[in-house]
Structures are given as C-alpha cells and as structure tokens.
C-alpha cells in the first residue's frame, strides 16, 4: 500500500537571509532550544500582536484627542473675565 501525503492545513512562508542572518536566527534559537522556524515564527507573531496593539493606542489616542478638541471648543467664552484679570494685574502692579 503506499502512502499517502497529506496536504497541511499550514502554508508555509518563504524568506531569504544572509549566510549570515540564518547563523543568528539559528543562535537565537539554538538559546531558546527552539527549532529555527518555530522560534522565527514567534517572533514574526510577537511582532504582529505588538503592531496590532501600537494601532490600538493609536486610534484611543486619535478618540481622546477629538473628544478633548470638543470639550474645548465647548467651554464658555471668557474675554471679560480674562480682560479683568488683566485690568487688575495692571492696576495691582500700579500700587
């Protein structure tokens, strides 16, 4: 009977590296007693969770910074108060 080859449900992504870079990856995993793939593949992954998360913060900033820019736009106009405070400044300063 011969074997069948099973198709994986994994796809495979190809990447080029230096002589160079592959000795390093290989370090890397080496340290970590982790297959070269397996250690590439959870640093590719940490990297897109840290991407994901720094789009997050990026769009919460874009949030808070529209809301304060209405809360601003909302507060009362004060000139009279602020021309007061002024006159008094110079009147104070005067004594």
Do not use: C, F, Y
């Amino acid at each position: 009977m011969t074997k069948r080859n099973k198709p994986t449900k994994a796809k495979e992504l190809t990447i080029r590296v230096s002589a160079e870079e592959r000795r390093a990856i290989e370090g890397a995993a080496g340290a970590d007693h982790l297959p070269a793939s397996t250690w590439a593949r959870q640093a590719v992954l940490r990297r897109v969770e840290e991407a994901r998360r720094e789009q997050e913060r990026r769009v919460e900033r874009q949030r808070v910074g529209r809301e304060l820019a209405a809360m601003l736009r909302s507060l009362p106009d004060d000139s009279a108060h602020a021309a007061e405070l002024e006159r008094s400044r110079r009147e104070d300063w005067k004594r």
